[in-house]
């Protein structure tokens, strides 16, 4: 069995961001010092308490993790696809090929307001994503037209370590647990 620790990073509005932080830091050294197999990090925005950005955090919180796996969970649409893309492989690599990446929909119709995305056009752009994703991390040099998002000969470096980041899928509904089963590596339940 596996045991990983999934991070709470949202707390009151009153926190002291610097204090709190180095509270997660601490969280996950004794996670690695406890034999914990992996850490990851939730994904919210345009919340009204302190919220640390999951990128970042994961990113800082990869130094103090040993060889524990580790990953964001992203609220995918509303990341652009070749930028997430550009940081999931930067973060692999700083992570000795340890990155999981895991996505999903999530419920706050603010938050899709706030990026200006629709919410009638989420699971399409998620498809999308997903479908971006994996060609970037598969391709040198990649070509893309989809409904949201066109490019032609991407190429970026570094790639992930191991060519493919895998990639779990966040579904509760019967729709999306299919879509899970279609499109990702891993259910998260």
Known sequence: MKIGLSLTTAYP??????????QLVQQVEAARDHGFHSVWVGDHH???????????AIARLTAHAGTMQIGPFLLLPLYP????????ATLDVIADGRVTLMVALGWQPEAYAAFGIAWKE???RFEEGVAILRLLFDKDTADYHGRFHRFEGVSFQPKPVRRRIP???????????????RLGDAWII
Do not use: N
Request: charged residues 15%.
């Open 167 to 181: 990639l779990w899928i966040g579904a509760s509904a019967e729709p999306a647990i299919r879509r899970a089963a």
């Open 46 to 56: 345009v919340t009204p308490h302190l919220y640390y950005q999951s990128v970042p």
């Open 122 to 124: 989420r699971v399409a």
């Open 81 to 88: 696809p070749v930028l997430l893309a550009e940081q999931m």
């Open 13 to 22: 509005r009153a926190e002291p961001a610097v204090g709190r932080f180095q």
